[in-house]
């Protein structure tokens, strides 16, 4: 079987057929209640829709690539999504982007993490309806937590979703980025804990 990628689309057509996703970051110190910072759209990336539309049909765009067998499995943050004079005007992701802009890393000690400390695996995942919107999306929603001792000393302003080839750190060998999503800079220290709730809406 023959299989063709090509690059057309229509514009009216973009925001129907594109998978969506949405992001909260919530920020809860030593001792306090959970409250929230960021609210806002992510951008599900060229290569991730590449992947999805291999994974979805068990087919590769090149034989013999291992694309279909992938899975999102991974969180990454970044201190890319804003710069230093503008801290709280992010950078908006690109379609094209393959990677975070600086991708940090977030933990070398904690032996759950992938990729020499940079890939923090999911509190959790759950699916559900979307009531608000008469039920026409399914929702898989994940939850990341970066706890006290993670990331410390950084000023984040990204995140991304990433599609690996296994979720056990010690065997994971493939990181591709899937989603990204750029947010006003938030200062992390070891007094701090960030959640962040990714829905991807289909």
């Not at 925001?15 to 306090?32: C, D, F, M, Q």
């Not at 690109?94 to 904690?110: F, M, R």
Request: aromatic share 12%.
């Amino acid at each position: 079987m023959e299989v063709k990628i090509c690059d057309r689309f229509k514009a009216h057509d973009k925001l129907n057929k594109r998978p969506r996703g949405w992001v909260e970051v919530y920020s809860r110190r030593r001792n306090e209640n959970f409250f929230k910072l960021i609210d806002k759209s992510n951008l599900i990336l060229y290569t991730g829709r590449t992947w999805l539309l291999q994974r979805a049909l068990n087919l590769p765009i090149i034989s013999g690539d291992n694309a279909p067998s992938l899975f999102i499995s991974w969180f990454c943050v970044g201190t890319g999504g804003a710069t230093t004079t503008a801290p709280f005007t992010p950078l908006d992701p690109v379609l094209t982007d393959t990677s975070l802009a600086n991708e940090i890393v977030i933990n070398t000690a904690d032996t759950a993490l992938a990729d020499g400390g940079r890939k923090h695996p999911f509190d959790n995942v759950t699916y559900e309806k979307d009531p608000d919107n008469n039920d026409e999306y399914l929702i898989a929603t994940i939850n990341t937590t970066l706890g006290y001792d993670d990331a410390n000393g950084y000023y984040l302003n990204e995140a991304g979703l990433v599609v690996s080839d296994s979720n056990n750190p010690e065997v994971a060998s493939v990181f591709d980025l899937f989603a990204r999503c750029t947010f006003s800079t938030i200062e992390k220290t070891n007094q701090r804990e960030l959640l962040f709730i990714w829905k991807l809406y289909f």
